[in-house]
């Protein structure tokens, strides 16, 4: 059971970028999967969160209506579209799934509720 977190750059303020996670030996839509993020010095915190039953989605406040996640059942994946990148948004992100608590539930998409992690793709949003 592994995830493999990838797209992190350096981009400048206002640009786009694409996380991807890969995900092998479970299937992804089995179980809630999300993004979270680690900036410097700080708490890791969730970013956006999906459920695996009905697609339902949390986004945290700081990205709502700029990040999009989604997820591709026939490749496996895991993604995150960031829209309008901001320099608050540099951070490492991680991918994480609720795969031996064995629920589709996204819950509270917080980082002590997802039990197998990604290693982590840099974002770094500085002019």
């Known amino acids: 059971v592994q995830l493999q977190a990838s797209g992190g750059g350096l981009v400048q303020p206002g640009d786009s970028l694409r996380l991807s996670c890969a995900a092998s030996g479970f299937p992804l839509d089995y179980y809630a999967i999300g993004w979270f993020r680690q900036a410097p010095g700080k708490e890791r915190k969730g970013v956006s969160c999906i459920s695996s039953r009905d697609d339902s989605t949390y986004y945290a406040d700081s990205v709502k209506g700029r990040f999009t996640i989604s997820r591709d059942s026939a490749k496996n994946t895991l993604s995150l579209q960031m829209n309008s990148l901001k320099p608050e948004d540099t951070a490492v992100y991680y991918c994480?799934?609720?795969?031996?608590?064995?629920?589709?539930?996204?819950?509270?998409?917080?980082?002590?509720?997802?039990?197998?992690w990604g290693q982590g793709t840099l974002v770094t949003v500085s002019s």
């Open positions: 994480a799934t609720r795969y031996y608590s064995g629920s589709y539930y996204y819950s509270e998409c917080q980082p002590h509720e997802y039990d197998v």
